[in-house]
């Protein structure tokens, strides 16, 4: 996943946030996709990552949603509970992932779905916050 | 649904995800109805359930399906496997999300059911209503097909 300017939200804190963001999901994608390592390095690389991913999100989400409801974002709820089913998806794939051998099907369908929503979601969803608060790109 | 109500319910949708994610400017191609779906290599099949119902379609080539999933992933994608069908029916998802919220918008009750993704040469799927309504999406390098079959409850 490539950052380009035009994703910024104007707010640094969180602009910073999503930057951590794709670097850590692109060094996911990028032991997801390798065929350099075997099954148990990638199984514990990706169990590292998740893991931050896991913390980091959490982190990330709360400090969005603040600024949201500082600002009366009209749509709070519905990012909120974006938010929400992606902590549970993700949650989720924890759970299958560490219960089973390295699954490459589970890995690959999890990467592929997660890639598009991420994009979708900062490029999309949260430019909607900075045209509300009027910090963005697109104001 | 006739073709002035499907487009003016999905096209909105296709270009809003097509501007943000991938910065490109889409066309419309010229909208038919037929009996039977258009597909192609990677399909992905979206259910509308609620006060309108039924199904739309996705349609995409090979080569557009890699081409996306490069764009996206920044990595080198030469086989259509999990990880590029999960992502297109991520896509196609969004898409029908949008549209969804769009037919809420206008009053009606409903919500999408999780994509199905068919991948692979000669595919026949059978859509939920035999009047189907296919726009063809231009893109700076591809065309695909949204097939829309839907009505009202």
């Not at chain 2, 999905?10 to 037929?34: D, H, L, Y």
């Not at chain 2, 779906?37 to 080569?63: H, M, P, R, W």
């Amino acid at each position: 996943m490539i950052w380009r300017e035009n994703l910024k939200i104007g707010i640094e804190e969180i602009d910073q946030q999503h930057q951590e963001l794709f670097k850590r999901f692109n060094d996911f994608i990028e032991v997801v996709r390798s065929t350099d390592y075997s099954q148990e390095a990638k199984k514990n690389k990706i169990t590292k990552t998740v893991d931050f991913l896991n913390e980091y999100v959490i982190v990330h989400f709360d400090a969005e949603e603040k600024i949201q409801q500082k600002h009366n974002y009209p749509h709070y709820e519905e990012h909120h509970q974006a938010h929400e089913d992606f902590k549970s998806d993700l949650a989720n794939f924890k759970e299958e992932f560490e219960k089973q051998a390295y699954d490459e099907d589970l890995v690959q369908e999890f990467s592929g779905r997660i890639l598009t929503w991420l994009i979708n979601h900062v490029a999309d969803e949260d430019q909607k916050i900075a045209n509300h608060i009027g910090s963005g790109n697109n104001e | 649904m006739n073709k002035a109500q499907a487009i003016k319910l999905v096209f909105p949708a296709v270009e809003r995800v097509f501007n943000s994610m991938f910065q490109e400017e889409i066309e419309q191609g010229t909208v038919k109805i037929e009996e039977d779906a258009i597909t192609d290599q990677v399909t992905v099949s979206i259910g509308v359930t609620g006060e309108v119902q039924g199904n739309i379609l996705f349609s995409f080539s090979k080569e557009m399906s890699l081409d996306l999933v490069e764009e996206m992933s920044m990595m080198e994608v030469n086989e259509i496997d999990k990880f590029v069908t999960s992502a297109i029916g991520e896509l196609a998802n969004i898409i029908s999300g949008h549209t969804a919220t769009a037919l809420n918008d206008e009053g009606y009750q409903c919500d999408i059911v999780p994509p199905q993704v068919i991948h692979g040469d000669n595919q026949f799927i059978s859509m939920e209503y035999n009047e189907i309504v296919i726009i063809p999406i231009i893109t700076d390098n591809h065309q695909f097909e949204i097939n829309i079959a839907l009505q009202n409850n």
